[in-house]
C-alpha cells in the first residue's frame, strides 16, 4: 500500500464506487424478479428475460440499433481516420482552421441542435427518414470522437518510420499500409467501438433523423421508460450491461497482455544484440 | 498522381462534415428567421430556386428577428435559458465536490490497484446513458428502494418526493457526468511529484497545509478541464430532465424538444437552438483557451 493512501482515501473510493455501482447493482438484481410490481421482492425468476425475446417490438428495434452501430461505426472510422490523418501530417491547405473547428465543434454541440439540424437538413433535401439517415447522422457525430482518438495517436509517433519508408521506395499507400496504418491500428479499434457504443447510446439524434419507418432501441426504451420502472426494461438493462461489463474488460486485458508481450519482444531484441 | 490523392484525402472528410454539420447549421439559421406557417414544411419563405437570384432577395427580404423578439418576451425561454445555466453549475459544483475525493484516493493508491480503479471509472461511462438515468427512477421513487429503506430504518414517517423534482436531475447529473469530472483530475494528480509534499511538510506544514498548497494548487488544471466537461453538455441536456425532473424542471433541451415534436414550430425551435449555441460559445472558446495553454505549458 502506497504511504500516502489514508483512512479518508479509503472511504472515499468505497462511498464513490458504491454510488457508482449501487444503481447498476439494483437495477441487475431486480430484473431477477419474480413480481411484476418492481419495489417488491417476490423470488426468483428469469420470466422477464423470456418475455423480452419474445416481444417483437424490442426485437426489431434491437436489429435496427445493431445495424445502424455496425455501418455508422465503420463509416465514421473511415472517415475520422482520414481526417485526423490530414489534420496532423496533411500540412497547410485551403480552409484548415474550418476543417479543425468542425471536427471539434460536434463535441460540445448539445444532442437536441445536431438533432434538430440535420432533421432539417434532410427535410429540405426531401430524403426519406428511416435507418440510412440515423446512419448519417451518426457517422457524422462518432467520425469526430475517432478523428481525435486516432490524431492523438498520430502525434505521438515518429515520423520518421514513415520517412524511412518512402526513402526505400514505398509508395505513400504502401507506407501508410505497412507502417502507419499497424502503429495506428489500436487506435482506430478503439475509435471503432467508441463510435459503435456511441451509435448504441444515443437517443436525442436519433430521434430527430429517424422517421416512423425505423425505430432503434433507446427510443423504445425511452417511451417504454417514461411510463414508469419495468422488469421487461430492467431484463433488457441487464444484458446491455452485461455485453459491455465482458466487451471492456476483455479489451483491457488484451491491452495488457500485448503490452507485456511488446515489452519482453523489445527486451529479448535488446538481449540478443 | 501524389496531389490528387491528397486532395482526395482533404475532400472527402471535409466533404462530408461541410454537408452534414456546416450547412444543417446554415438550416437552422435560415429557418430561425422566418415565419411558421400551417404548411408543410410549417414556415414560410420557402427558397424559390426557380426565381433564381430574384427569389434570393425575396427571401431575404422576407427574414426577420420575430422569432427572436419572442423568446424574449415569452418568459418560458428565458426563464428555461436561466435554468439550465443555473442547474448546470450547481451540478457542475456538486460533481466536483464528489469527484474530487475519489479523483484523489485513486492518484494516492498503490501503482497496481489504479489501472482497476481506472477501468472502473470508465466502465459506467460505456454503459448506456439511458439505462444509467433510468436505474434512478427505481429508486427515488415514493415507493422506491431509497424511500424503502429509510421507512425501513424509521429516519421518516412518510416518504420523500424526490423523482420528478430538481433534487432528481441534480442526482442523476452528477451519478452519470461524474466520470468526466473524475479523469481529468485524477490524470494531473497522478503526475503530481510525490517529493514536492515531503519537502511541504519537512519545512512544517501540516499534511492538511501539504494538501491545500500544494495540491490543490497542481491539480487546478484537471479541475478546470473537468468542470468544463460536466458543465458544457449539461446546459443542453434532455434526457435527464424528461425522465428524472417534473413538470417544474425548466431546461432548455427539454423546451427546444416540446417546441419541435409537440407545438410543430420550427422557426421557433430553431431560434431556440441559435440561442442556446450562442450561450454555450463563451465557455467552449474558454475550455479551448485553457486546453491550448495548458498543452503549452506541458511542452
Not at chain 1, 526513402?167 to 501508410?176: E, I, S
Not at chain 2, 497545509?209 to 491539480?219: C, E, Y
Request: proline share 5%.
Amino acid at each position: 500500500m502506497n504511504k500516502r493512501f489514508s483512512w479518508f482515501n479509503a472511504t472515499s473510493l468505497t462511498l464513490g464506487f458504491a454510488f457508482l455501482y449501487l444503481p447498476i447493482l439494483i437495477l441487475v438484481i431486480y430484473s431477477f424478479n419474480e413480481s411484476k410490481l418492481v419495489t417488491v421482492w417476490a423470488g426468483f425468476s428469469t420470466k422477464w428475460y423470456g418475455e423480452l425475446f419474445q416481444n417483437e417490438a424490442f426485437m426489431d428495434a434491437a436489429i435496427v440499433t445493431l445495424k445502424v452501430g455496425v455501418i455508422s461505426s465503420t463509416i465514421a472510422t473511415v472517415l475520422g481516420t482520414m481526417a485526423a490523418y490530414v489534420l496532423v501530417r496533411g500540412g497547410r491547405f485551403f480552409g484548415r482552421t474550418l476543417f479543425s473547428g468542425m471536427i471539434y465543434a460536434p463535441l460540445v454541440v448539445p444532442d437536441v441542435i445536431t438533432g434538430l439540424s440535420l432533421l432539417l437538413l434532410f427535410i429540405s433535401l426531401g430524403v426519406d427518414r428511416g435507418v440510412t439517415t440515423i446512419v448519417l447522422a451518426h457517422a457524422t457525430f462518432s467520425m469526430c470522437y475517432v478523428s481525435v482518438v486516432v490524431s492523438s495517436r498520430l502525434v505521438s509517433f515518429d515520423q520518421s518510420l514513415e520517412e524511412a519508408a518512402l526513402d526505400l521506395g514505398c509508395t505513400p499507400w504502401d507506407a501508410f499500409r505497412s507502417v502507419t496504418l499497424p502503429i495506428i491500428a489500436p487506435a482506430v479499434i478503439s475509435g471503432w467501438l467508441l463510435a459503435f457504443t456511441l451509435s448504441l447510446d444515443d437517443l436525442v439524434i436519433a430521434s430527430f433523423a429517424s422517421g416512423p419507418s425505423a425505430t432503434t432501441l433507446p427510443m423504445k426504451i425511452f417511451s417504454a421508460v417514461r411510463l414508469g420502472v419495468s422488469p421487461e426494461i430492467n431484463a433488457l438493462s441487464t444484458i446491455l450491461i452485461g455485453i459491455v461489463t465482458v466487451g471492456v474488460v476483455s479489451t483491457s486485458i488484451i491491452t495488457k497482455r500485448t503490452a507485456v508481450r511488446r515489452r519482453m519482444q523489445e527486451q529479448a531484441a535488446v538481449a540478443d544484440r | 498522381m501524389v496531389n490528387f490523392r491528397r486532395f482526395f484525402l482533404i475532400l472527402v472528410p471535409y466533404g462530408w462534415l461541410l454537408m452534414l454539420f456546416l450547412v444543417p447549421f446554415g438550416i437552422v439559421l435560415k429557418i430561425s428567421l422566418s415565419d411558421s406557417a400551417l404548411a408543410i414544411p410549417p414556415y414560410v419563405p420557402k427558397l424559390d430556386l426557380t426565381a433564381g437570384w430574384a427569389g434570393l432577395m425575396d427571401m431575404l427580404r422576407a427574414f426577420d428577428f420575430e422569432n427572436f423578439i419572442w423568446l424574449t418576451e415569452d418568459n418560458l425561454y428565458w426563464k428555461a435559458y436561466l435554468s439550465s445555466v443555473w442547474i448546470a453549475f450547481l451540478s457542475t459544483v456538486l460533481a466536483l465536490l464528489v469527484g474530487f475525493p475519489i479523483a484523489y484516493g485513486m492518484a494516492n493508491a498503490s501503482e497496481e490497484w489504479r489501472p482497476t480503479l481506472m477501468m472502473l471509472v470508465i466502465l459506467p461511462f460505456w454503459t448506456s446513458f439511458l439505462i444509467r438515468v433510468y436505474s434512478w427512477i427505481g429508486i427515488l421513487g415514493t415507493q422506491g428502494y431509497l424511500n424503502q429503506l429509510l421507512l425501513w430504518l424509521g429516519v421518516i414517517d412518510a416518504p420523500l418526493v424526490i423523482l420528478n423534482t430538481n433534487i432528481a436531475v441534480y442526482i442523476g447529473i452528477v451519478y452519470t457526468y461524474l466520470p468526466f469530472m473524475v479523469l481529468p483530475i485524477y490524470a494531473t494528480l497522478e503526475k503530481l511529484d510525490g517529493d514536492l509534499l515531503e519537502a511541504a511538510e519537512d519545512l512544517g506544514c501540516s499534511r492538511f497545509q501539504a494538501f491545500w498548497l500544494v495540491t490543490v494548487p497542481l491539480a487546478k488544471p484537471g479541475v478546470i478541464a473537468g468542470c468544463f466537461l460536466v458543465f458544457i453538455p449539461v446546459v443542453g441536456e434532455f434526457v435527464i430532465p424528461s425522465l428524472l425532473g417534473g413538470s417544474r424542471t425548466l431546461m432548455i433541451g427539454k423546451v427546444l424538444w416540446d417546441e419541435f415534436f409537440s407545438n410543430r414550430d420550427w422557426p421557433v425551435a430553431s431560434a431556440v437552438a441559435v440561442v442556446l449555441l450562442l450561450i454555450l460559445i463563451i465557455p467552449i472558446v474558454l475550455f479551448q483557451r485553457q486546453q491550448q495553454r495548458q498543452q503549452e505549458a506541458e511542452r
